[in-house]
């Protein structure tokens, strides 16, 4: 009989608390389009070890010319996605990629999207998240990239101070977790001839002074 209570007075603990998990997982908050792009360079080999990079546009700008400066180095991967961190779905995405292959580096940043959450909910899908990359990759090394500004003329400059807002609050919390922080907002903060005319996305000369420092970084954390 004492089992019997005990059984149950654990299932209820746990039910109470996959019902506060559930409360506190924000409803999604979809943007007007949603997009997903996956792309895994030499698949079919291991030869070198591999490196990821997680984020959105931005970070799928840069990927081109950054894969071009380490490719004698690291297979170089990449996901990105309209998603935030807030929205449950990111992380079945990302799961998807973490389970197939082994990562030396992950190069992650999210902070550009989802401008419907707060910003106490990025705080919590952002620990969220880096406790799924380190649970399912412990002897991956992380890198946090800050997120790049917004000018004022962009469709996005309602939130431009929220950039620097998310960035703070990302910093703060891989500080705790001994993850180097990739300082991309200040490397085109004062560079308008970076932008394209959207005041979002870069132009040919910001992409490859982005994938410069981003090279750099990852091949400092993998020690070459």
């Known amino acids: 009989m004492k089992r019997i209570i005990i059984i149950s007075l654990l299932l209820m603990s746990s039910l109470l608390s996959l019902d506060i998990a559930i409360a506190e997982t ?9 997009w997903c792009n996956v792309w895994i360079t030499n698949a079919d080999q291991d030869d070198l070890p591999r ?17 071009k400066l380490i490719a004698d180095k690291a297979n170089c991967a990449r996901i990105t996605s309209s998603r935030s961190v807030c929205d449950p779905i990111y992380f079945d995405e990302l799961s998807l990629i973490l ?18 959450y707060t910003e ?26 800050a997120s790049t500004p917004v000018k004022a003329h962009s469709g996005m400059s309602a939130n431009a101070h929220r950039v620097a807002l998310r960035n703070r ?32 996305h870069f132009n040919e000369d910001g992409r490859n002074a982005q994938a410069e420092q981003v090279a750099g970084v990852v091949l400092k954390v993998m020690g070459e």
């Open 99 to 116: 389970k197939q292959y082994d990562f030396e580096v992950i190069h992650v940043n999210n902070g550009l999207h989802g401008w419907g």
């Open 51 to 67: 490196v990821l990079f997680v984020g959105d546009s931005i970070t799928q700008g840069y990927f081109g010319p950054t894969e």
């Open 169 to 200: 609050i990302a910093t703060e919390l891989v500080a705790t977790k001994g993850i180097p922080v990739n300082d991309l907002y200040s490397l085109v903060e004062d560079h308008d001839e970076y932008f394209r005319d959207d005041g979002v």
């Open 26 to 34: 924000p409803a999604p908050i979809r943007e007007r389009i949603e």
């Open 120 to 145: 106490e909910q990025y705080r919590a899908g952002l620990e969220k998240l880096l406790i799924m990359l380190i649970t399912s990759a412990p002897d991956t090394k992380l890198i946090w990239a």
